[in-house]
């Protein structure tokens, strides 16, 4: 007999543990709950006196059992966004993952998507039951969420038919849970940064609640600069913090590859994926001048493809291998580089240093280096004319190609 309990906690070690909770929701003892461990993550709790060492947990663990993985470089890429603007505005890219939620959820299917909890200092899946659920489920919330709930609820529901979204490893822990269900699945997840410590995320939240007061809105893909120049925008009942995304504390750090989860800098999703369909967004130069947000998607599956195909709420074009590995560059190099200084910056903010502190401290010095390397350009971008601009672009171009 397998020790799955012994077994989930010992072959799968802290550095291989998405934090997915599949082993958690497939448990029919209860006997494992998801908590936040030291450095910020989603990890199991096991209650050995509950557990029967039946094994299942093991079973649905992606770590253990990833299963079959799609090349996402074979599928077939398109270039999407929602018809109606205001939908695209609210959303992180060009709105495919609510256009999807929406029509299916009017041809029976529940959509089942992250959503924030307790005033901001979490990150849930929920099953949306009405058209307001699916609305709080827009927007990405860069910190890991617990899926746990809503991975229970799929199980005690058997009959139901369900459209999922979430990040790569957490979509093939629902494919590794549903098994034979899976015509009554419709699986999407995305092209993973990964996800940072909660740690972080906190530090941040009490970072901008001293200036605003108490959370009452926050959105983090804020479109009013434009989706290129994306914002993190907060209410709060004193006052309103808005910011672009890439100067905040969080999102320097977060785009500097630091905090995120261990198995996220070994994770080889960047170009297997377990989903029906992958979405992200169209970065690159293809769509480097829109303002609204484009999303990609690459269809995995015939459903994928005919997710696409179905939802008239979109309009889509196909769109060459070249542009996908333009757009995200981890199709062709997955794994992410560790910062030197993460775990100093992990121990200081578990100790509990404000964010702004600990920006001085780790990675405001490589800031001010940057910007004075991009001075010049910046200076000369300031100052030309716009056609000499672009004679210099074309000319930049054309002696690197
Ligand atoms: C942690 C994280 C990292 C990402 N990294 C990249 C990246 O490197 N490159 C890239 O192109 N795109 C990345 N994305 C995806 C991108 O931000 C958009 O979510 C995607 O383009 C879909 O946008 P949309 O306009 O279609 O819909 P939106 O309405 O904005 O869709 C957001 C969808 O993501 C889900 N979601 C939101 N937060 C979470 C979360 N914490 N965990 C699981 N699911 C969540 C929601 O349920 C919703 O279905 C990332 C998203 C997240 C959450």
Known sequence: MIDSIGTISSIIKKQKCFGCGACAAICREQAITMEIGREGFFYPKINLELCRNCGLCLNVCPSAHPGLLFDISKGDSFALWAKNSKIRLLTSSGGAAFQFALKYFTKGYLPIGAVFKDNFRYVEHIVAKAPEDIFSTVGSKYVQSNTVSAFRYCLSNPNGKYIAFGTPCQINALRNIIGKKDPDYLLIDFFCHGVPSYHLWWAFVEEISRKTGRLQHVEIRNKARGWHKYGVLCIGDRGI?????????????????????????????????????????????????????????????????????????????????????????????????????????????????????????????????????????????????????????????????
């Open 241 to 401: 913090y808005e910011k672009n995304f890439l100067k905040t504390t969080f999102g320097r750090f977060y785009l500097s590859n630091y905090c995120l989860n261990e198995p996220c800098y070994k994770c080889h999703y960047g170009h297997k994926s377990a989903a029906d369909l992958r979405v992200g967004d169209f970065w690159g130069k293809e769509y480097a001048d829109n303002l609204m947000g484009v999303s990609i998607a690459v269809a995995l599956s015939d459903k994928g493809l005919k997710l696409i195909e179905e939802t008239e709420g979109l309009t889509f074009r196909s769109i060459p291998l070249s542009l996908l590995f333009d757009s995200q560059k981890r199709v062709k190099k997955p794994k992410i580089s560790k910062p030197k200084n993460n775990e100093r910056l992990m121990e200081d903010l578990i100790a509990g240093q404000p964010l702004p502190k600990a920006y001085q401290r780790h990675l405001s010095l490589e800031y001010r280096k940057k910007a004075l390397r991009y001075f010049p350009y910046k200076l000369a971008n300031a100052i030309l004319p716009k056609r000499v601009k672009s004679i210099l672009r074309f000319a930049i171009r054309a002696l690197r190609s």
